[in-house]
């Protein structure tokens, strides 16, 4: 069965640089969420996307940007990197509507681990 | 505020031997769910359970839920070496306006010895 793809897998960037981190949900999935997970931390929300619009804002830096495209998929766009923002981010996919999340919850991508030099 | 808190955070035990980890929650929940991490991996999901439910089962892994205690724990029976791993509860929570994203725990970290 098809999973959520995340792209690139890993990524190495200098300070200062930007990065685009990209989740191709499930097939039928129309909602995208993006952690973030420090190195030894637990993941925490970014930011997600239902039926193209931003439907929910975590901690995401300023510095930070996404959309939802028509098919889909989502793009995370990280400029001005800094050392702190090297983690692991993660890609989640879900249906649409409370009902559905709350009863069979989401599939986490495989995560890009991007490395801030 | 961290909505999750895990413990113990981390956990050492024999092969065969049953592993517990227990979660704790601040607000109301659409549902509670497990996840499996290796390190530096991927999230793979390992139970969701509704609030309207209080336990849960699949295969060697058991997990209950108290909504009026707010917390929930995990049990790994029969562990192998291959469930060494870190462990995080997320909460699905409404509070606050969210939308659905998931909330975790700081996670507890098995290491299962042969």
């Known amino acids: 069965a098809a999973g959520v793809i995340q792209s690139p897998r890993h990524l190495i960037k200098e300070k200062r640089e930007t990065a685009t981190l990209k989740c191709y949900p499930i097939?039928?999935?129309?909602?995208v969420y993006w952690y973030q997970q420090g190195p030894g931390q637990d993941p925490q929300f970014l930011i997600s996307f239902y039926e193209k619009m931003q439907s929910d804002k975590g901690s995401i830096p300023d510095r930070f940007s996404a959309q939802q495209f028509s098919d889909y998929h989502s793009e995370l766009n990280m400029s001005s990197l800094e050392l702190g923002d090297s983690a692991l981010y993660f890609c989640a996919s879900s249906l649409g509507g409370q009902g559905a999340r709350v009863n069979y919850g989401y599939t986490f991508g495989s995560g890009t681990r991007l490395t801030v030099v | 505020s961290q909505q999750g808190e895990e413990d113990p955070q981390a956990l050492s035990i024999q092969e065969g031997e049953n592993a517990t980890m227990n979660c704790s929650y601040k607000t109301s929940i659409n549902n509670l769910q497990w996840y499996r991490q290796n390190s530096g991996r991927g999230l793979v999901h390992l139970i969701l359970i509704r609030s309207n439910e209080r336990e849960k089962h699949s295969g060697r892994l058991r997990v209950t839920l108290d909504t009026s205690k707010k917390s929930s724990s995990l049990l790994i029976t029969a562990s192998r070496a291959a469930d060494t791993a870190s462990y995080f509860c997320a909460t699905d929570t409404n509070y606050g306006g969210s939308q659905g994203n998931l909330i975790f725990g700081k996670g507890t970290k098995l290491s299962v010895k042969p």
């Open positions: 097939p039928r999935h129309d909602t």
